[in-house]
């Protein structure tokens, strides 16, 4: 059974850094595309950052660029998301996400048939 | 503020139908993008509920329906049941943002 598996959360003070790390079971992450999705306390989820199967392509969504990093280890089959310069507005729950994506009517659409259950980072003094 | 508009919350009896709205524009939904659905248990991850307009997922029943029109979609839930209370969140992605991947801000449903 497909499984992802979020750790590394917690309280960290504003400026403040953590990594994060995503265990994915019966599915190679060299396979799919993968994704960090969070969730602020009461919102809807907002995607972050986006790594292809092959590594060669990497996204971020403008509200983390430059302070946020993703990477994988395809040995240990993990995804990881390196936080920089933390701040309040980051406080949220962040899930990874298994990403399928196709194409139709001459664009290319995207879902999220996996998440993880997730990881509380509190960004507070 | 999130891209995809959806109502707060809706309610219904158990046996009703209820529909969920997501109102996106022209550079989402209404470029020909397609939208997917997801319900949130409390305290657990998303789960993927409908896809590509109006595909499900195996597992998913036939109770949960949606559709895409314009700029908009919707899901609609028939036969309410106790267990579907939860939150429905609306995705899709725009084109004005690379075409990264964008949500609502989710709709709670309460089954009264």
């Known amino acids: 059974e497909v499984q992802l598996v979020e750790s590394g959360g917690g309280l960290v003070r504003p400026g403040g850094s953590l990594r994060l790390s995503c265990a994915a079971s019966d599915f190679a992450l060299t396979t799919y595309h993968m994704n960090w999705v969070r969730q602020a306390p009461g919102k809807g989820p907002e995607w972050i950052s986006y790594i292809s199967s092959s590594g060669a392509t990497i996204i971020y969504a403008e509200s983390v660029k430059g302070r946020f990093t993703i990477t994988r280890d395809s040995a240990k089959n993990s995804l990881y998301l390196q936080m920089n310069s933390l701040r309040v507005e980051d406080t949220a729950v962040y899930y990874c996400?298994?990403?399928?994506?196709?194409?139709?009517?001459?664009?290319?659409?995207?879902?999220?048939?996996?998440w993880g259950r997730g990881t509380l980072v509190t960004v507070s003094s | 503020q999130s891209v995809l508009t959806q109502p707060p919350s809706v309610s219904g009896a158990p046996g009703q139908r209820v529909t969920i709205s997501c109102t996106g524009s022209?550079?989402?939904?209404?470029?020909?993008?397609?939208v997917h659905w997801y319900r949130q248990l409390p305290g657990t991850a998303p789960q993927l509920l409908i896809y590509g307009n109006n595909n499900r997922p195996s597992g998913v029943p036939d109770r949960f329906s949606a559709s895409k029109s314009g700029s908009s979609a919707s899901l609609a839930i028939s036969g309410l049941q106790a267990e579907d209370e939860a939150d429905y969140y609306c995705?899709?992605?725009?084109?004005?943002?690379?075409?990264?991947?964008?949500f609502g801000g989710g709709t709670k449903l309460t089954v009264l």
């Open positions: 022209t550079s989402n939904i209404g470029a020909d993008y397609d």
């Open positions: 995705q899709s992605s725009d084109s004005s943002l690379g075409g990264n991947v964008v």
């Open positions: 996400a298994r990403e399928v994506g196709y194409d139709a009517n001459a664009n290319y659409h995207v879902y999220y048939d996996y």
